[in-house]
């Protein structure tokens, strides 16, 4: 019970053993997209674009692509990187070290990745609430 209520290390960025696990866990990025992809195009030629809940499931499916990009992103530049480009690796104080180039930057920049999640499932609450509510009103007819 202690192992799964604290555990080691909870990063959004995961390193997978190599190389088949990067490859399989990149594909699912890849294929996460692409569903995504479908489902903005599929709501938006076929369903009524002016009620909020479908405007909101696209800004999710928006959302949630770039997020996918970035995290892409981030595994790709993460395995550029050495073990003395990262200090107190796997801590909560984890830090680049210095002189900071651009893969450092733009390894940074990855790790930010909650600033697209957060507002992606947000969008995605909205949108589910919105159609609760007017599945609510339709029972009251």
């Given at each position: 019970?202690?192992?799964?209520t604290?555990p080691?290390?909870?990063?959004?960025l995961?390193?997978?053993?190599?190389?088949?696990?990067?490859y399989?866990?990149?594909?699912?990025?890849?294929?996460?997209?692409?569903a995504?992809?479908?489902l903005?195009?599929?709501t938006?030629s076929?369903?009524d674009?002016?009620?909020p809940?479908?405007?909101?499931?696209?800004?999710?499916?928006?959302?949630?692509?770039?997020?996918n990009?970035l995290?892409?992103t981030?595994h790709q530049?993460?395995?550029m990187?050495?073990p003395?480009?990262?200090?107190?690796k796997?801590?909560w104080?984890e830090?680049?070290s210095?002189?900071?180039?651009?893969?450092?930057?733009l390894?940074f920049?990855?790790?930010?990745?909650h600033?697209?999640?957060?507002p992606?499932?947000?969008?995605l609450v909205?949108?589910?609430?919105?159609?609760y509510?007017e599945a609510?009103?339709?029972e009251?007819?």
């Open positions: 019970v202690i192992t799964c604290l080691d290390s909870a990063w959004a995961q390193s997978h053993g190599p190389p088949e696990g990067l399989v866990h990149q594909m699912a990025h890849i294929l996460f997209m692409a995504l992809g479908y903005f195009w599929h938006r076929t369903q674009l002016a009620h809940g479908w405007k909101y499931l696209q800004l999710f499916c928006l959302l949630m692509i770039c997020w990009v995290a892409f981030g530049v993460l395995e990187l050495g003395q480009d990262l200090l107190d796997n801590s104080t830090r680049l210095q002189p900071i180039n651009f893969i450092k930057g390894y920049i990855t790790k930010m990745d600033f697209l999640i957060v992606a499932l947000g969008a909205l949108s589910l609430r919105s159609f509510h609510r009103r339709g009251g007819r």
